[in-house]
């Protein structure tokens, strides 16, 4: 990326998760991870984590099948979200506006280049907790509820791509978000890429998928404050009988701690804190081989192959439920 960098996307807002099982996955977001229910409609529920300033970080939708519904951004202002529009335009890229939901929108709907559903949107609502949910610091919008894993935001999503260096340039180019880690082999295709429009290292992830899908979702990610909140997440998880996909352990980009489980409907859902946060506003991404990234420079377990090859929806590959690399219940 040359030239002047566009600051139009302020951060993630929300994304919407499809489940076949709804009432489960309302029981898992809410009494596991410990978001609650601001809103509902028929065959959606809207949910928040105790630290969003905004009404939600999550809508979680009744479908045929699992996977993302849709990824939503935040613009700066008004005139950020029309400059984007705009450039979506300039682009050829298809979109169309779509009605307010709970409090966010007018979005703009479009897709990535691998499909994903997105959405950007600048009016918004700020939260204001009821009575018998009110802070002591008013800093804070709701009280700290220590339900669950007590997950304070949506941190990233992480989806998979058939071309991620497409899909990277996209974010790059049309909406100035920096590129923080790339696996890029020698012929210039990439294995991930690691983008966001804060100094936080993540907020958008691209992968490949190996299994040649489109538009699938490798997984979102809800932050917790300390490692040890990670840790008992993990404490939680295993009594509730919920399989443990990997961790905790720690990433090697961006250095998340990490802990996936796959919630009822069959998406995969990370718990995570830590990494680090970049401040330096040139452009120099850290660039991994293949080889490099193999030879695992971080401590911590390595993952497990349905890591590279399950996303929802899943493809009914094999490959996809092959738990032998998981930890031991
Ligand atoms: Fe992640």
Not at 52 to 65: G, M, N, S, V, W
Not at 92 to 114: H, I, L, S, T, Y
Not at 242 to 257: C, L, Y
């Amino acid at each position: 990326m040359t030239g002047e960098r566009w600051r139009d996307v302020a951060h993630i807002g929300h994304a919407e998760l499809l489940t076949q099982v709804p009432e489960d996955s309302l029981r898992y977001f809410t009494s596991l991870l410990g978001l609650s229910v601001v809103a509902e409609e028929p065959g959606s529920w809207y949910l928040r984590g105790y630290g969003d300033y905004e009404p939600y970080c999550l809508k979680l939708t009744a479908a045929a099948r699992p996977g993302l519904g849709y990824m939503a951004l935040r613009a700066w202002s008004p005139e950020a979200l029309a400059r984007r529009v705009a450039w979506l335009e300039s682009a050829g890229v298809p979109g169309a506006w779509v009605e307010p939901e709970a409090g966010k929108g007018p979005f703009f709907a479009f897709e990535d280049p691998d499909g994903h559903p997105v959405r950007l949107y600048y009016e918004t609502t700020k939260y204001v907790s009821p009575a018998d949910s009110r802070p002591a610091m008013k800093s804070n919008h709701q009280r700290y509820t220590g339900t669950g894993a007590n997950v304070r935001r949506l941190e990233h999503v992480n989806l998979m791509a058939a071309d991620v260096r497409a899909c990277r340039v996209f974010w790059e180019n049309g909406f100035g978000l920096r590129t923080f880690e790339i696996i890029r082999d020698a012929d210039g295709w990439e294995d991930g890429a690691w983008l966001s429009s804060t100094v936080q290292g993540h907020e958008i992830i691209y992968v490949r998928d190996y299994l040649g899908g489109r538009g699938r979702l490798h997984h979102l990610a809800f932050w917790v404050d300390s490692r040890e909140d990670v840790l008992r997440a993990a404490d939680l998880m295993n009594d509730a009988g919920v399989p443990i996909e990997a961790g905790p352990s720690r990433h090697i980009p961006i250095q998340g701690f990490y802990l996936y489980t796959r919630e009822p409907g069959g998406n995969r859902i990370e718990i995570c804190s830590g990494g680090y946060l970049g401040f330096d506003p040139d452009d120099n991404p850290v660039i991994w081989t293949p080889p490099e990234y193999a030879a695992k420079p971080g401590w911590g377990a390595r993952l497990p192959s349905t890591f590279r090859t399950y996303g929802t929806p899943p493809l009914g590959d094999p490959s996809e439920t092959d738990t032998s690399g998981w930890p031991a219940p």
